[in-house]
């Protein structure tokens, strides 16, 4: 295994901006150029000033996620306990305290099961206990504020399923809670039932937390080494220290998404990872740019209505579905590459119908060198269309890798936040949903919002019901 307390380890497995395929003189003057940049350099460094200073005052905890040793050493030791007791783990969570799981357990093969159940379709939820073995199972129930409806409607029903089939005695042993450390109402349940549980650190919201005990967790107990992401983390860490934004691959990666918004209308940003195990990162940075930064209000509170709308896609998969819109649609879309130059495995291309110019190219090659060839082509491809294209490229797909990414768009995303002056840690547009369905879950103090929902259904036109 590599050491990566070495440079040399560390560089060697360091992920690489390269935003060429960004810039105006490769793709012409109406996309950002250099000299827009250059424009942004004395507001980009106020910015890097009052995050730096809020991470010194303790206000922005996520920064500091890569060096929390006791919380490390914590999940670790109930990993393995876990582990010797159990085949499968059952993650119960949703937005935050699933998608960063997910991509966790996409991107390296898991030696033990690991379930995220993130949705409560009846369906699907249903055929899933139906297949557990309840005496081989652990639910890991993840939701910070302790009213997160869709967890704990899931936990209910998984706790009467246990109590039913182990018994009072036995049932508790199943269940591992990670939640706030002093509120809430799982953690008062923890208190009242003795359930084992892990803290959620202050200060650090869902989309943010795949690097705390929501996903380290499930990570540990999957059997991946999560030293190694922490490790990978800290790396991007020291490298977003620079002060100059050119040198600072997470500001800079900030700053020309924000510009490609602000100054050309390119308000769509598309992930596109050249990886199916990277597809569940995508989906990950799809909440975390989406409900970060799109707000509607500033936070002085005057009226904003910004934020660009990530989409998912996988190469080459979506070179035969979607590119055609990339390529030659509205010019109003970033594409964000993901590139792996070491897949793990090649699986050469036999050598056949070399008589057939149409096929015969092929032998000889490997289908990880076709799909690294596919990515090159069509980053040119969308150049020469003049459609502005970031690549990553990494080494290999380790959890050290891993890190390194989770770490550059979190604050690549916290930067940008400062740049459009809007808070990149709430998420008011959400509550509004979650009121209205407490109202009609019969939840005690939410009357009103019932009342708001039966009227609006009570107000639709039939004749525009077809």
Request: aromatic residues 8%.
């Amino acid at each position: 295994m590599p050491d990566y307390r070495r440079r040399v380890a560390r560089d060697a497995m360091s992920v690489r901006l390269d935003v060429n395929g960004m810039m105006a003189e490769a793709i012409g003057q109406a996309r950002v150029g250099g000299d827009e940049v250059d424009g942004l350099v004395a507001r980009a460094a106020e910015a890097a000033h009052s995050l730096q200073a809020k991470r010194a005052a303790g206000e922005l905890p996520f920064y500091d996620l890569p060096s929390q040793k006791d919380a490390l050493a914590a999940t670790k030791a109930l990993a393995a306990e876990v582990r010797a007791e159990c085949d499968t783990l059952v993650v119960l969570g949703i937005g935050g305290s699933a998608l960063g799981t997910k991509a966790l357990l996409g991107a390296v093969e898991p030696t033990r099961r690991v379930v995220v159940a993130d949705n409560v379709d009846p369906w699907t939820f249903g055929k899933l206990l139906d297949g557990l073995d309840l005496t081989r199972t652990v639910f890991n129930v993840i939701s910070k504020s302790g009213e997160t409806a869709e967890t704990m409607a899931q936990f209910l029903i998984v706790r009467d399923l246990l109590l039913r089939q182990l018994g009072a005695v036995d049932y508790a042993k199943h269940i591992v809670i990670t939640t706030d450390s002093d509120a809430g109402a799982l953690r008062q349940i923890v208190h009242d039932e003795g359930f084992r549980a892990l803290e959620v650190p202050a200060g650090v919201g869902g989309r943010f937390s795949v690097l705390t005990t929501v996903g380290l967790f499930p990570a540990a107990f999957a059997g991946m080494r999560i030293d190694d992401l922490l490790a990978g983390a800290a790396w991007m860490d020291s490298r977003c220290h620079e002060a100059k934004l050119w040198h600072n691959p997470a500001h800079l990666l900030g700053a020309l998404l924000y510009l490609a918004d602000t100054r050309h209308q390119q308000n769509v940003v598309v992930m596109m990872p050249y990886s199916d195990r990277l597809l569940p990162f995508a989906s990950w940075f799809a909440q975390l740019w989406a409900e970060s930064l799109g707000k509607a209000e500033t936070v002085d509170g005057a009226p904003a209505h910004v934020g660009q709308t990530p989409l998912t896609a996988v190469g080459a998969t979506d070179q035969h579905s979607l590119l055609q819109l990339f390529a030659e649609g509205p010019v109003d879309k970033v594409v964000i590459m993901l590139r792996v130059e070491d897949h793990g495995r090649e699986l050469p291309i036999p050598a056949a119908y070399a008589d057939l110019d149409s096929l015969g190219y092929l032998g000889g090659a490997g289908l990880g060198q076709l799909l690294n060839r596919e990515q090159h082509a069509t980053e040119l491809a969308l150049v020469q269309q003049q459609r502005p294209v970031i690549t990553l490229s990494l080494p290999q797909l380790n959890p050290f890798t891993l890190g390194q990414l989770f770490y550059l768009f979190e604050v690549a995303t916290v930067f940008a936040g400062a740049l459009y002056h809007v808070n990149p840690f709430d998420q008011p547009g959400v509550q509004a949903s979650c009121r209205l369905t407490y109202g009609q879950m019969g939840r005690r103090g939410f009357e009103n919002e019932r009342a708001v929902v039966e009227a609006w259904v009570a107000r639709k036109r039939r004749e525009y019901i077809l």
